[in-house]
């Protein structure tokens, strides 16, 4: 996994920057119910996301969260004072604390299925009954846009998915939470070029080929005699999903 402490400085240029923000704060919102209020970002890295999140949607109170102190730094820096250094698996918050949480380019991060159940657990018990927990799902699904790159990394070795709809969904469910939506968003501006997919894969951004590696070096050979070396392939699509805390119901007999 990258060091974020270490790409918190050109995390924002390496990642789509404002274009790729504004089009996943939009994804979210249009799954927040317009009556939420408060909104805990989990996760938040830089605050690039969070920021327009809080411009997108007047009067909604969002707070920031996130484990690396130098992520946190930048994001708190955008967001003066609802930035809070804290670990996904144990938030500092109470229960039904918020109407709304979401957590963007995260579980697909998190190897340990426990630590990852842990995620989205916490998410659902700081929720309101009603509120809605959004999250990014099948995260590295959404970078097969079907390009020539593609089809070089296509036979690299695999790990499986820690964020496939399926298990978030069943970790939501297991919490709680009923499904509540879904929704797309574009990764406008992170089209990978050839040469920029070369470069990822010397920086570690694929896990199972580390750099060093041989079998890294020879796709990195492959990589570099595609065509157009600088022309960017089409953008990734993001997928979120939704799950809402249900309401309590008056019990049978009542």
Not at 35 to 42: E, F, K, T
Not at 147 to 164: E, K
Not at 173 to 179: C, D, K, R, S, Y
Not at 181 to 198: D, K, Y
Request: a neutral charge; glycine letters at 10%; charged letters at 25%.
């Amino acid at each position: 996994m990258l060091d974020y402490d270490e790409e918190a400085e050109r995390y924002d240029a390496w990642r789509g920057g404002e274009p790729r923000a504004a089009a996943a704060a939009e994804g979210v919102l249009g799954l927040v119910p317009d009556r939420a209020r408060g909104l805990l970002d989990v996760a938040c890295g830089t605050g690039i996301v969070t920021r327009r999140l809080v411009a997108g949607r007047p009067g909604l109170r969002v707070t920031g969260l996130d484990r690396s102190p130098a992520m946190a730094r930048h994001a708190a820096a955008r967001l003066p004072g609802a930035v809070i250094l804290a670990d996904g698996r144990r938030l500092p918050f109470r229960e039904g604390e918020f109407d709304a949480v979401s957590s963007v380019w995260l579980l697909h991060l998190v190897e340990d299925a426990a630590d990852a159940r842990r995620i989205v657990a916490e998410c659902a018990r700081v929720l309101r009954p009603g509120g809605v927990y959004v999250t990014t799902v099948d995260k590295g699904a959404s970078h097969n846009v079907g390009s020539d790159i593609d089809v070089v990394l296509s036979a690299r070795p695999h790990r499986p998915a820690s964020d496939t709809a399926a298990l978030v969904e069943a970790y939501a469910v297991e919490a709680g939470l009923v499904p509540a939506g879904r929704a797309g968003f574009a990764g406008r501006g992170q089209g990978r070029s050839p040469r920029r997919a070369v470069t990822d894969l010397r920086r570690g951004w694929f896990v199972t080929l580390p750099p060093g590696d041989p079998l890294a070096d020879d796709f990195a050979d492959r990589l570099a005699a595609l065509p157009d070396q600088d022309r960017p392939r089409p953008d990734p699509a993001f997928t979120l999903r939704a799950f809402r805390k249900p309401v309590p119901g008056p019990l049978p007999g009542e």
